[in-house]
């Protein structure tokens, strides 16, 4: 079982819909949480990291962590088709991150 | 400022020959991570480095695979005798320190591709 799952997807999506984006994991060490955005044939870039549980807001973003129950989420609202891309959790104790294995998100015109 | 940077973007090789990739983090990023995509996959962790030392070689998948940091700056990743399965995209990320928040800075990667 990999520490961190995350639904392949793919997600597709209205322009203007509400995303979720959710990742479950077991090591309960971990206490940063972070979500990447990659675009195609691109690195992957930060989008928003949250440190222990609660939310964490950044324009149409939304970070939610429950560590509680070890699943993070994130929320895009308002989505836009610049919004197409893969979608990646990532966590870490100190030193490396853990990785899921992405979503990859559809937004249409 | 200028972000990572990697060298070259794309790498083809034939195989059984050896490979060099080079990563530029940002400057005064003390940590130093290396990381293979393959395609249509997450990030698979195979080195990091705080400073020159690397603390942490678990995801190296061989004895082929090698890396090194001088300086606290520039890092090579080296595949000795690569084989087609080295095929991937390799990325380099930096961030201000290993035990800090872990922020990630991701370069563009080098596209290898082992014929």
């Known amino acids: 079982q990999k520490e961190v799952e995350q639904d392949p997807g793919p997600l597709s999506v209205p322009e203007g819909a509400i995303v979720s984006l959710n990742c479950t994991y077991s090591?309960?060490?971990?206490?940063?949480f972070m979500w990447y955005r990659q675009y195609s044939r691109k690195g992957p870039e930060l989008l928003m990291y949250t440190y222990s549980s609660g939310n964490k807001e950044d324009g149409r973003f939304t970070a939610q962590v429950d560590k509680s129950s070890k699943y993070i989420s994130l929320f895009i609202r308002d989505s836009q088709p610049s919004d197409s891309a893969t979608y990646l959790c990532a966590m870490s104790n100190a030193g490396k991150s853990t990785f899921g294995d992405g979503t990859t998100l559809t937004v249409k015109p | 400022g200028a972000g990572v940077s990697q060298s070259p973007s794309n790498k083809v090789t034939e195989k059984g020959k050896d490979v060099e990739l080079r990563c530029d983090p940002i400057s005064g990023h003390t940590a130093l991570y290396w990381y293979r995509q393959s395609l249509g996959q997450g990030l698979e962790f195979l080195i990091y480095?705080?400073?020159?030392?690397?603390?942490?070689k678990s995801g190296l998948p061989s004895d082929r695979f090698s890396a090194e940091r001088t300086g606290g700056s520039v890092s090579t990743l080296t595949i000795q005798r690569t084989q087609q399965e080295d095929s991937a995209v390799y990325l380099c990320?930096?961030?201000?320190?290993?035990?800090?928040?872990?922020?990630?800075?991701f370069g563009p990667g080098t596209r290898l591709t082992v014929t």
């Open positions: 480095f705080q400073g020159n030392s690397a603390p942490d």
């Open positions: 990320a930096s961030s201000l320190s290993s035990t800090s928040t872990n922020e990630q800075y």
């Open positions: 090591n309960s060490a971990f206490q940063y």
